[in-house]
């Protein structure tokens, strides 16, 4: 289990405390990494993470996270471990894409809102997330540069849900920079957020698990289920074209399609233990948006 949170000052004595009990915490020996993207005169942030092993499959831990020293220390927490392979029962997940902050996704965010581990055991959000690439189309933010504040927010509105429920994330078109004039007319800006970086440092997928790549491609097993998480934006032929200021969003990242043939093959062969394969990405393998009725006469899949 990956635990990652946010501080505004750097810490180097990060640390993380975790317990079967919320009243007996026991320090954890887990390394904590930490990264900063994005920075100016006056704001910087830093994002650590730190995996935890040993766990009991599907069991609930307490944790709370901050410095060694306990000068800082979060509120505690909670968490669900996922199910063992040879756990066959039913559960609930959560799959979304595009959600962000606007208006557009207050009901979506009011419902994900209600949602514990008592009702879900993990959300996959396949790509699109907190669209903080589009800050100047937000109210009042035309002018000025406010993509932090964006993203920042949403994360906070998605704080209680992050925090005790696994949030499985894929890269979708809204990772890869920031389209505001701000951004486009700054160099120092386009060098610290381009190319996916916010998506990467944000979050920790289990890639170096499975010798995947950052948060690109990765896959996990929940249960019954082999998921293998793909990057339809990058990495293949035919990726998508640029589409904004950056254009050098879509640097190589590896050879995704050996990486995922492998991964698959892994996954076929371990279907008597893991029998269900599940593959995620961003954009769909087909568009019939624009076909007669619906049916692609001239698309090969």
């Known amino acids: 289990m990956t635990l990652s949170w946010s501080t505004y000052a750097q810490v180097n004595d990060s640390a993380v405390w975790i317990g079967n009990s919320e009243d007996a915490l026991?320090?954890?020996?887990?390394?904590?990494?930490?990264?900063?993207?994005?920075?100016?005169?006056?704001?910087?942030?830093?994002?650590?993470?730190?995996?935890?092993?040993?766990?009991?499959?599907?069991?609930?831990?307490?944790?709370?996270?901050?410095?060694?020293?306990?000068?800082?220390?979060s509120e505690v927490y909670s968490f669900v471990t996922a199910r063992a392979a040879s756990d066959s029962s039913t559960f609930n997940m959560a799959i979304y894409g595009d959600l962000g902050a606007g208006n557009e996704s207050n009901n979506t965010l009011a419902y994900v809102s209600t949602l514990t581990s008592d009702k879900v055991d993990l959300i996959y959000h396949i790509g699109d997330i907190g669209y903080a690439d589009n800050d100047w189309l937000m109210p009042d933010q035309l002018d000025g540069f406010f993509y932090e504040k964006v993203y920042n927010g949403w994360m906070n509105s998605m704080a209680p849900v992050m925090s005790s429920i696994p949030y499985m994330v894929i890269v979708g078109n809204h990772e890869a920079d920031c389209h505001s004039p701000a951004y486009g007319a700054?160099?120092?800006?386009?060098?610290?957020?381009?190319?996916?970086?916010?998506?990467?440092?944000?979050?920790?997928?289990?890639?170096?698990?499975?010798?995947?790549?950052?948060?690109?491609?990765?896959?996990?097993?929940?249960?019954?289920?082999?998921?293998?998480?793909?990057?339809?934006?990058?990495d293949y032929k035919g990726m998508p074209s640029t589409e904004s200021a950056s254009p050098q969003r879509n640097e190589h990242f590896g050879?995704?399609?050996?990486?995922?043939?492998?991964?698959?093959?892994?996954?076929?062969?371990?279907?008597?233990?893991?029998?269900?394969?599940?593959?995620?990405?961003?954009?769909?393998?087909?568009?019939?948006?624009?076909?007669?009725n619906g049916v692609p006469a001239d698309q090969n899949a």
């Open 26 to 73: 026991n320090s954890d020996t887990a390394l904590v990494t930490h990264t900063s993207y994005y920075h100016d005169a006056t704001y910087n942030m830093f994002h650590h993470h730190a995996t935890v092993s040993g766990l009991t499959p599907h069991t609930k831990y307490f944790y709370k996270v901050g410095s060694k020293s306990k000068k800082f220390t």
């Open 186 to 234: 700054s160099p120092e800006k386009i060098n610290m957020l381009r190319n996916y970086t916010a998506y990467n440092a944000q979050f920790k997928m289990p890639s170096k698990e499975v010798a995947g790549t950052l948060n690109m491609w990765y896959s996990f097993e929940h249960g019954a289920i082999h998921f293998t998480s793909v990057s339809s934006e990058t």
């Open 255 to 292: 050879d995704q399609l050996v990486w995922v043939e492998e991964d698959l093959k892994k996954a076929a062969a371990n279907r008597g233990n893991v029998p269900w394969i599940i593959v995620g990405m961003h954009r769909p393998l087909c568009d019939v948006s624009g076909c007669p």
